[in-house]
């Protein structure tokens, strides 16, 4: 059955770093796009960042553009989302995706903290 399985996540101090995975499996990995969302505590889930099925293409919030970074290892089935200069309002509960708009499968999230 198709899976995503998030790591990564943690406490980290504003202005830290942190690479979030996503592992996917069950399915052709090389044939969907995969995308980054996140929900902080009272809001509607957003998209951080997205990537294309041939890793050619990315998109990235304007939220974290210049900061985020999304990539992935067809070797290893997975979507890394790498984080820089991170801010307490980054702080949410980060969840990898099937697809680019329509989004099918989802992971359990892995939450990230960013202490001021």
């Known amino acids: 059955q198709v899976q995503l399985v998030e790591s990564g996540g943690g406490l980290v101090q504003s202005g830290g770093s942190l690479r979030l995975s996503c592992v996917a499996s069950?399915?052709?990995?090389?044939?969907?796009?995969i995308s980054w969302y996140r929900q902080a505590p009272g809001k509607v889930r957003a998209l951080g960042a997205r990537i294309t099925y041939d890793g050619a293409n990315t998109n990235v919030a304007d939220s974290v553009k210049g900061r985020f970074t999304i990539s992935r290892d067809f070797a290893k089935n997975t979507v890394y989302l790498q984080m820089n200069s991170l801010k307490p309002e980054d702080t949410a509960m980060y969840y990898c995706a099937r697809g680019w708009t329509t989004l099918d499968y989802w992971g359990q999230g892995t939450q990230v903290t960013v202490s001021s």
């Open positions: 069950g399915f052709s990995f090389s044939n969907y796009p």
